[in-house]
């Protein structure tokens, strides 16, 4: 019997596949760096897309994003 406060043997068992994703995570921080990249990259592109839609929609696409981006 587990003391009060204290996880029991179920408990520990259940959160133990999060600890060993965690491990294997924690030793390639590289790996997690380039997931957050693609991901921010695929993000953007949605967010992009989206943003042009509604500018579209208010009438208010007067020029690209590219084009916006290269005059700076």
């Known amino acids: 019997m587990a ?3 204290l996880p ?6 259940l959160l133990e596949p999060f600890r060993e994703k ?3 995570y ?4 590289d790996d997690v760096i ?8 695929r993000a953007n592109a ?8 509604a500018k ?5 696409d007067y ?3 590219s084009l916006a981006l290269r005059e700076r």
């Open 63 to 65: 020029f690209s994003r």
């Open 3 to 5: 003391a009060e406060g």
């Open 22 to 24: 965690h491990a294997h």
């Open 46 to 53: 949605v967010a992009e897309e989206t943003l042009a839609l």
């Open 8 to 13: 029991s043997q179920a408990e520990l068992a």
């Open 26 to 29: 924690s030793a390639r921080p």
């Open 56 to 60: 579209a929609a208010m009438g208010q």
């Open 34 to 41: 380039d997931a957050l990249r693609v991901g921010t990259t």
